[in-house]
Every structure is written in C-alpha cells, then in structure tokens.
C-alpha cells in the first residue's frame, strides 16, 4: 500500500499493513568478527565490551598453557586466553586484544587482527556439523560479501577446561 493510501486507510487496514511489514523484515545479530591463523570467528556484539592493542599481560605461574596472563583495566583484573593456543596452533606475539562479558565474567582474547562488526540474518546461521572438531565454535555462516564463512564462537565454552 502508498504512503498516500496508507493517509486514507481505516484503523485496521493500517494495522494489517504494518504486520506485513514486520513479517517481511529480516531477524538479523551484530557480530564482531576477527580472524586468528587465517580463520574467520564472529562474536555477537553484545558480549564485547571494548577492543585493546598494546596492553602490558602479566605472566601468572600455574595454569593452562591457552591462559597468556591477566591484565589490569582500570583496576579490573582481566585473564587473558590467547585464541591460537585454545585452538591448538602455533603462539604469535599478538597485541589485539577482545575484551568479552561472558556469564557476567569479563575475560580477555587475544586474536590476530580484528575486522567488523556486520549484521547477520539469524536464519543464515547454520549449526556445526555434529563430527566437527571445531569444538569452540556453535555455528557457521557465508559472509553476506562473499568473503568466506564465518565460524560463530561459542564464548562460555572457551572457559571450560
């Protein structure tokens, strides 16, 4: 219906034209995607709470080699989870640091580079393949680009040991 039909439409005409519209728009997530060796993660965005570079880590004795240390953001002391090592890969020096509220617990990952935030449609997201061995990652998507698929990381899994 027009902008100018709609100006003359009854009450209920008006309000069976705006749930056209709502079923018509697309559920889509912002995610915030990063690559580590070469490999495309998103995160949703609502679980970051800021982006960091060049933040001096402090080596803590006694726990799991994925763990680089913690930080100290204004006063808040941070554990640190270097991405490669949790995915069994080769350690880099990376500086790019993702800050994260994960069930109300901040922690930090360091990746490789950090790239956008994009909306995604919800319905795009696919689940892993159940004999994956992608065992951080909850789903998979194309990027609406074309630029490659992007693997939806599992946050709460990253903490379990």
């Given at each position: 219906?027009?902008?100018?039909?709609?100006?003359?439409?009854?009450?209920?005409?008006?309000?069976?034209?705006?749930?056209?519209?709502?079923?018509?728009?697309?559920?889509?997530?912002?995610?915030?995607?990063?690559?580590?060796d070469?490999l495309?993660?998103?995160?949703?965005a609502?679980?970051v709470?800021?982006?960091?570079?060049?933040?001096?880590?402090?080596?803590?004795?006694?726990?799991?080699d994925y763990?680089?240390?913690?930080?100290?953001?204004?006063g808040?002391?941070?554990?640190?989870?270097?991405?490669?090592?949790?995915?069994?890969?080769?350690?880099?020096d990376?500086?790019?640091?993702?800050?994260?509220?994960?069930?109300?617990?901040?922690?930090?990952?360091?990746?490789?580079?950090?790239?956008?935030?994009?909306?995604?449609?919800v319905?795009?997201?696919?689940?892993?393949?159940?004999?994956?061995?992608?065992?951080?990652?909850?789903?998979?998507?194309?990027?609406?680009?074309?630029?490659?698929?992007?693997?939806?990381?599992d946050?709460?899994?990253?903490?379990?040991?």
């Amino acid at each position: 219906m027009s902008d100018e039909n709609m100006l003359f439409a009854t009450e209920e005409e008006q309000a069976a034209e705006l749930d056209k519209k709502e079923l018509t728009e697309i559920a889509t997530k912002k995610y915030l995607t990063f690559q580590t060796d070469n490999l495309m993660f998103g995160i949703e965005a609502e679980s970051v709470i800021e982006i960091i570079t060049n933040y001096p880590i402090t080596k803590i004795p006694m726990v799991p080699d994925y763990v680089r240390g913690i930080i100290n953001l204004r006063g808040q002391t941070i554990p640190l989870i270097d991405m490669r090592l949790r995915l069994s890969l080769m350690q880099m020096d990376t500086d790019c640091i993702i800050v994260l509220n994960v069930n109300e617990m901040q922690i930090g990952i360091l990746v490789d580079t950090v790239n956008q935030i994009i909306d995604i449609p919800v319905e795009t997201i696919l689940p892993m393949p159940a004999h994956n061995a992608q065992k951080y990652v909850s789903g998979m998507c194309a990027m609406p680009d074309g630029s490659g698929t992007m693997l939806v990381l599992d946050c709460p899994l990253l903490l379990q040991s």
